[in-house]
């Protein structure tokens, strides 16, 4: 049963005429008070709230019942409909326990949907049938409990059309990730877009994600589809989010909210049907707080978050990462033997680039060769260790900086330690080549 819950009757009527037309069974309350009188004696599979019941408009009435619906039932999931002037109340519904939350006017397609991801990860949540073992894993080596817990999680929601966010320092496989929940979702068969936000400036963030049609702008000699036309049907993986400019974050939010955008040079709305996973290593929620990072975006793409363990934090998942990264480089010869002492060197280091770090170490050392029997000593060989944190007798007076001027002052002293030698430098730093020469243009660094 889904209880609908305002006080314009109009709204009531559309949405039981929807919902009934989709075999939802569905009950309705026009007042605070009709609605808890439902929730006191039935238990709702959904509850659609809207945010003011009297002449207020401050949305303070929607939030008061929200906590009240939650104290009776608190597995019930909640998705509160407003107006784009009230969307920051919206945000804070989520903070208080909602699940989603909706603009009106709505899209009936998009608002079917979200209500179809409600249901399904409640009933979900509810079953707890789903398991990791069943979940096709492709390249996600390990089992320790850590890494267990996000497959668990991923496995269960992996089938629903929720946004998810996963979090985690760089190298720690969160594209993998993306790409099992969507190789594990009714999408499929669709395309998985990859889209590294962190690599498109914002002069190109319209033309490269929304397309653009021949004339819209010199260069443009042909139309141009963008990621999100190319990932209709099927799910886009929007890497780096953290780095995103906050106008850029404005037209990002448009298209989760609605669905819809418009080509460089054309006045058509498109709409796209689209699952939307993002990865960052940022702290988002501090982001927020700093106003860095539009809140409204922040809770519209992280319905699920997953945390990605480190590797320092899943140790015994480190033999099983060697053997397998060993299997991958004898594909073109015989496999190689490492050592007992060797696989207990390479689980003490402290990897501060995670899983790509390993990859690059075993790797490496198997490139430089040996009679077929690899110790300790071959990987030490090829070890590079990590930037120290600066010295007081080198470095400069962190006091005062600001949190840009001490990455970049990172940057440099990685640069002068290793002479220069950009791979050596993103590999202590743990970021990839790529981020390393993102920040070097943005701090002006010349190596």
């Not at 009106?104 to 949540?125: M, Y």
């Not at 796209?272 to 519209?300: H, Q, S, W």
């Not at 390479?346 to 790797?363: C, H, M, T």
């Amino acid at each position: 049963m889904i209880l609908i819950v305002d006080d314009d009757k109009t709204v009531l009527m559309s949405l039981r005429l929807m919902l009934t037309r989709k075999g939802h069974e569905v009950v309705t309350a026009t007042s605070r008070t009709e609605a808890m009188s439902v929730v006191r004696t039935r238990e709702p599979q959904l509850i659609l709230m809207d945010m003011n019941y009297s002449l207020s408009t401050s949305g303070d009435e929607g939030l008061v019942l929200l906590k009240q619906v939650k104290l009776f039932r608190p597995d019930t999931p909640v998705i509160l409909m407003t107006a784009w002037g009230s969307i920051p109340l919206a945000v804070k519904g989520i903070h208080a326990g909602a699940h989603d939350f909706i603009t009106k006017p709505w899209d009936n397609e998009t608002l079917l949907s979200r209500i179809n991801t409600a249901l399904e990860l409640s009933a979900k949540g509810r079953g707890n049938d789903e398991r990791a073992d069943d979940f096709d894993r492709s390249n996600i080596i390990g089992k320790s409990p850590a890494l267990m817990n996000v497959l668990n999680t991923i496995a269960r929601v992996a089938s629903t059309n929720a946004s998810i966010l996963i979090m985690g320092e760089n190298g720690t496989g969160k594209e993998l990730i993306a790409e099992a929940i969507h190789n594990n979702s009714n999408r499929a068969d669709g395309p998985f877009v990859k889209v590294n936000l962190g690599g498109i400036s914002q002069s190109l963030f319209e033309s490269e994600m929304f397309g653009h049609r021949k004339g819209a702008f010199t260069g443009a000699i042909t139309d141009r589809s963008g990621r999100f036309e190319i990932a209709d049907g099927g799910t886009i993986f929007l890497d780096e989010i953290g780095d995103l400019d906050p106008t850029c974050q404005v037209k990002l939010l448009r298209v989760l909210q609605e669905g819809t955008f418009e080509p460089l040079g054309d006045s058509k709305s498109r709409k796209v049907d689209i699952r939307v996973v993002c990865a960052t290593n940022a702290d988002i929620p501090t982001m927020v707080a700093e106003g860095k990072f539009r809140e409204d975006l922040y809770y519209r793409i992280n319905l699920i978050t997953v945390t990605l363990p480190p590797l320092r934090e899943r140790r015994e998942d480190i033999p099983l990462l060697v053997k397998h990264f060993a299997q991958l480089h004898s594909e073109k010869g015989n496999m190689p033997e490492i050592t007992d002492d060797a696989m207990r060197f390479l689980a003490s280091l402290p990897y501060p680039g995670n899983i790509r770090e390993l990859r690059n170490l075993v790797e490496r050392t198997l490139l430089v060769g040996s009679d077929g029997v690899f110790t300790a000593e071959h990987f030490k060989a090829q070890y590079h260790e990590p930037v120290q944190p600066l010295s007081a007798s080198n470095s400069p007076n962190l006091e005062g900086m600001t949190l840009e001027q001490m990455e970049k002052a990172a940057i440099v002293e990685a640069i002068r330690k290793h002479k220069g030698n950009l791979s050596r430098v993103a590999l202590s730093l743990g970021i990839t080549r790529q981020s390393l020469y993102r920040r070097m243009d943005k701090f002006g660094i010349n190596a």
